[in-house]
């Protein structure tokens, strides 16, 4: 398989998506002629018009609106929100449009609508455009919330969305769109609500998504130096979220640590340890614990930054707390 980036794959799905359904097409703003700011929509314009690959106003909730009415009359658009905060412009369409209207036509018309955002810290850009979201879309009920962490991930779990009748909305962690991993080529889907042991371990499981699969991931290989072997369970997404997955590894390890970059109070952590406490209470030798993101607006200053950020000697930390029971 081919080593690409995530950017790459992203792009790689968008480009085959629109080639085998005419129905799907995006829009956003500086998609087309300026191919996006991070570069995601490279080649769209060019290659399937400018019917196809819109640039629109700066008008979040316009054409966040524009894309659901859309997709209500049979298309599949993307639309593609510049960040993640600017989507918070949009949350009236999202919340009272987007993820209700197949309820309330009582199944009768469908939205098969994508949005796909960047977010995510650790960029310098301030305490506006450094957000975490994903716990307020997971409070969503209708709206699907994926999250992915690899390249093959972000292919496989895009291509599932875009195709989904069911509105997504698909996060990209800004730190993460340069990371190059395998990605098979051509037809390839994963689907939604499944997650994947990313490590294999029988001492303790962290619980992640996004970006901080990665520091888990480094955080156990230093952590089996000591002695301590953890599983790291990448959620790929809250909504659906895959209960019978963190059961099994909860039941297997008998210890869970959820680490998020959502802000510690109000995170989807709270969510997860809820979860285990009512499913897998008697497997449990110790208190579910938490790692997230500092209960501050994100610092610009860089080493204010980092700090309020999860890191590996923070969940390395935690880890050694509960296996203390």
Not at 70 to 88: C, D, K, S
Request: glycine share 10%.
């Amino acid at each position: 398989m081919p080593l690409i980036t995530c950017r790459d794959a992203i792009n790689q799905a968008l480009r085959e998506e629109m080639e085998r359904d005419p129905n799907v097409l995006i829009m956003g703003e500086d998609v087309a002629l300026y191919e996006g700011s991070f570069k995601v929509t490279k080649g769209l314009l060019a290659k399937f018009g400018e019917k196809r690959v819109i640039d629109t106003p700066i008008s979040e909730a316009g054409f966040t609106g524009m894309g659901c009415g859309a997709a209500m009359v049979g298309l599949r658009p993307i639309v593609e929100l510049m960040t993640v905060n600017f989507g918070i412009l949009a949350l009236d369409q999202i919340m009272n449009n987007v993820a209700v209207i197949r309820y309330m036509f009582g199944g009768k018309v469908k939205v098969p609508l994508t949005i796909r955002s960047p977010g995510g810290a650790g960029n310098q850009l301030g305490a506006q455009h450094s957000h975490s979201i994903e716990a307020m879309l997971m409070h969503c009920p209708g709206l699907r919330v994926v999250v992915p962490s690899v390249p093959a991930d972000a292919k496989g779990l895009l291509k599932s969305a875009i195709r989904s009748d069911d509105p997504v909305f698909f996060v990209e962690h800004e730190g993460l769109y340069g990371v190059k991993g395998e990605v098979p080529e051509g037809e390839y889907t994963i689907p939604l609500g499944v997650a994947d042991v990313k490590r294999a371990g029988k001492d303790v499981t962290l619980i992640c998504l996004s970006k901080m699969v990665y520091v888990c991931l480094d955080a156990a290989e230093k952590l089996a130096e000591e002695g301590i072997d953890a599983e790291v369970l990448d959620l790929r997404g809250l909504n659906p979220l895959d209960v019978p997955a963190i059961v099994d590894s909860v039941t297997k390890t008998g210890r869970a640590l959820t680490v998020e970059e959502c802000w510690l109070t109000g995170g989807w952590g709270g969510e997860i340890a809820a979860v285990i406490m009512e499913h897998a209470f008697d497997a449990l030798a110790a208190p579910v614990l938490r790692v997230a993101s500092a209960d501050v607006p994100m610092p610009y200053n860089k080493a204010l930054e980092q700090a309020a950020i999860p890191d590996v000697g923070r969940v390395m930390a935690r880890v050694r707390e509960v296996m203390k029971y």
